[in-house]
């Protein structure tokens, strides 16, 4: 029998399409035999991966991420790079036509020979979503894609998890009348090492300018600190390509600095201790989920826990039990086999 996950390293090595998608619908899967698959995959393509640009790509809804993307991209291809598109975005589903998820939306890209655009993983649990989009990032990078957009929607957890996959996270904003900070969250702001102000076209050219002004002199505010970085703050059309250039050299500009400092190989090293931790969590998860006894309680244990009968603490502590007699069970039944 052909080995499987040796004839995806293969593919995807050779740049092959179609094992590239395979290799990331196996990364996806969170069956436990899938996962061993995946671990094996990621494991052997190890070496080759780390050697993209990555960025993260946040904005809330409208703000233009995707023609942003689009035609971003667009240009880096023009210019020899290959480009791959990954997303966050924990509400999507593949089925729920989500927006992340709509492949119409990067038209120009995805017909592109250099670029793949993947949407999001579906699943309503981030931790998973965001391993899922983590590892699709290496089999892209093992796939000679050197640069990598990661696209998340502009609210709740996403940017975190996000921001600690990317070495850049750029966010979109939207002049809005004199109020701008509205809808921006300051955590996200905070998060941002650079900010554009997308839409700076036509009767709204000025405003963009404004807009971008006053979010500098907030960026100020947050961080008095002389010496510390400037959160470059530029606009730019997705329609008609102004700024683009510039954005993007902002991205590599804020790069060369993160290296210079040595901070790169540090940041991506933190990030692999938060991903081990964030993959304890989500297996831990998994399992207590999957486990029989925990099934054979929960439902019982969450009516008690929602008519008021059992104490939050009561049931986290049968769930508990329940899942380490499980694993417990588990544990003899292979000392049995063997012996
Ligand atoms: P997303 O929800 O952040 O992905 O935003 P979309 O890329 O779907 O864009 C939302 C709307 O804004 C669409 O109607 C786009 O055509 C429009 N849009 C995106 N970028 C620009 C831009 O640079 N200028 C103008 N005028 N409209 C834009």
Not at 231 to 249: I, K, M, N, R, Y
């Amino acid at each position: 029998m052909p080995d499987p996950v040796a004839d995806l390293v293969a593919g995807v090595r050779a740049r092959s399409r179609a094992h590239v998608a395979r290799a990331i619908t196996l990364v996806e899967s969170s069956r436990p035999d899938h996962r061993e698959q995946a671990r094996e995959l990621l494991a052997t393509l190890a070496p080759d991966t780390g050697r993209s640009v990555r960025v993260g790509i946040s904005g809330i809804p409208g703000a233009g991420k995707s023609t942003f993307i689009d035609a971003l991209g667009t240009r880096l291809v023009e210019r020899g790079h290959r480009v791959a598109v990954v997303a966050v975005d924990p509400s999507s589903s593949r089925t729920g036509g989500s927006v992340l998820g709509d492949r119409t939306r990067m038209a120009q890209l995805t017909a592109s020979e250099d670029a793949f655009v993947r949407p999001s993983p579906s699943g309503s649990h981030l931790g998973g979503v965001a391993r899922a989009t983590r590892e699709s990032m290496l089999v892209l990078e093992a796939a000679g894609f050197d640069v990598v957009l990661v696209e998340t929607v502009g609210v709740g957890q996403s940017e975190v998890a996000v921001a600690e996959m990317v070495d850049t996270f750029l966010m979109l904003a939207l002049a809005r009348g004199g109020d701008q900070l509205q809808g921006i969250k300051r955590g996200i702001l905070e998060m941002a090492d650079v900010i554009a102000v997308n839409k700076a076209d036509g009767p709204h050219e000025s405003d963009a300018w404004v807009a971008a002004r006053e979010l500098s002199g907030a960026m100020r505010l947050m961080n008095p600190d002389p010496r510390a970085r400037r959160t470059p703050v530029l606009t730019c059309s997705a329609h008609t390509g102004a700024g683009l250039d510039e954005v993007w050299q902002a991205v590599l500009d804020h790069r060369a600095w993160l290296e210079e400092q040595g901070s790169l190989e540090s940041r991506r090293r933190e990030q692999q201790t938060s991903w081990m931790w964030a993959m304890v969590d989500a297996e831990l998860r998994d399992g207590v989920r999957r486990s029989p006894s925990v099934r054979a309680v929960l439902t019982e244990v969450q009516e008690g826990v929602a008519d008021g009968t059992v104490s939050a603490v009561d049931a986290a502590q049968q769930v508990l039990e329940a899942f380490f007699a499980d694993r417990a069970r588990g544990a003899d039944a292979v000392t049995d086999d063997a012996g």
